[in-house]
């Protein structure tokens, strides 16, 4: 929300400043800009009047083009396109990594990549989650303890359901980052399930050790 208030308190050379085809300020601030300015006094051209209309346009269509280019980064692109390539899908990458350890989601993220040719961003993620799978295995124990220490009665969350959360959020910011518009179908679900029996078993036979998973280790238990 621009505050009109604010803008009148600036100068005139400071307000022309707001009607420059290369000003980064949002379309409604140039409006108010030039209204401001007409009511000073200042008489603009016909051809200046057409040339400030038209930078606040194009600046409303960048807005509408970048809020739509959001949207469509965040959705997920599944199709029925026979010829698109298969991935493991978003939903399933992210329940795995919620409900069998950020390992598995970031496994069969990287697989992804591997498919689509980014080797780097595969092992990159390979690489992370190894290395949130220590921080978590470290890090949870680290918070019970400070919480023991410090006589904290409540946390707001859990550290168990702080590191699902979190690896849930990486997981799908990586997601957008890496696939990001691509149309894929949905690909077997035969890995992605030797890998969740794997981290089950993993779990069940050492659930406090390298391979925590909140959800999980809470019906093993």
Not at 24 to 30: K, L
Not at 55 to 75: A, F, H, M, P, V
Not at 157 to 164: C, G, N
Not at 207 to 218: D, I, M, T, W
Request: charged share 25%.
């Amino acid at each position: 929300m621009v505050n009109r208030n604010v803008l009148k308190k600036l100068s005139d050379s400071e307000l022309e400043k707001y009607l420059k085809e290369d000003s980064r300020f949002v379309p409604e601030a140039v409006q108010i800009a030039f209204e401001i300015l007409e009511e000073r006094g200042r008489i603009f051209s016909d051809e200046d009047t057409l040339r400030i209309k038209e930078i606040i346009l194009n600046k409303k269509d960048s807005q509408e083009t970048e809020k739509i280019e959001k949207q469509e980064i965040g959705k997920d692109h599944i199709t029925e396109d026979p010829n698109a390539i298969m991935l493991h899908s978003r939903g399933v990458i992210l329940f795995f990594g919620v409900f069998f350890g950020f390992i598995s989601g970031a496994l069969l993220l990287s697989f992804n990549c591997f498919k689509i040719k980014k080797y780097k961003d595969g092992i990159g993620i390979i690489i992370l989650g190894i290395l949130f799978s220590i921080l978590q295995h470290f890090g949870i124990p680290l918070m019970h303890q400070i919480k023991t220490n410090n006589h904290i009665t409540s946390y707001r969350l859990s550290p168990e359901v702080f590191f699902t959360i979190l690896g849930f959020l990486i997981l799908y910011f990586i997601w957008i980052e890496t696939i990001k518009k691509l149309p894929y179908r949905p690909d077997s679900l035969v890995i992605p399930t030797i890998i969740g029996l794997l981290a089950s078993f993993l779990i069940y036979i050492n659930y406090n050790g390298f391979l925590p998973s909140y959800f999980l280790v809470g019906l093993l238990k």
